[in-house]
C-alpha cells in the first residue's frame, strides 16, 4: 500500500477498527462510481487553479479504480498519486 504518512490531511488508516475500514472503502467505491456517472464534477465557477486541481484529482481517481478493479500492480503509486493530487502536489 502507498505510504501516505507523510500527508497529515488523510490521517492513519491504522486507527480505524476494521469494520470502520470497511465503511470508509464502501464509501469510496459510491464516491468512485458516482465519478463514474458524471454526478461528481469540477463547478465551472471554481477558481481556475482549484478546479485544474479538481480535475487532476478526478483523473487520478479514474487510474486508481483501475488498479482496484483490475491488475493491481501499481497500485501503491497509484494511490500515492491521488493523495498528493487531492492536496495540490500533482
Not at 477498527?17 to 456517472?37: K, R
Not at 479504480?65 to 492536496?87: E, Y
Request: net charge neutral; with cysteine; proline share 4%.
Amino acid at each position: 500500500m502507498a505510504n501516505a504518512d507523510n500527508i497529515t490531511s488523510h490521517g492513519d488508516i491504522r486507527r480505524f477498527e476494521p469494520v470502520q475500514a470497511n465503511a470508509l472503502a464502501i464509501a469510496g467505491l459510491v464516491l468512485l462510481a458516482a465519478v463514474n456517472e458524471g454526478d461528481l464534477v469540477v463547478n465551472h465557477r471554481a477558481e481556475p487553479a482549484r478546479g485544474d486541481r479538481m480535475r487532476k484529482l478526478l483523473d487520478q481517481l479514474y487510474l486508481l479504480q483501475d488498479q482496484i478493479h483490475g491488475s493491481p500492480r501499481n497500485l501503491p503509486a497509484v494511490l500515492a498519486a491521488v493523495c498528493n493530487a487531492s492536496i495540490g502536489r500533482a
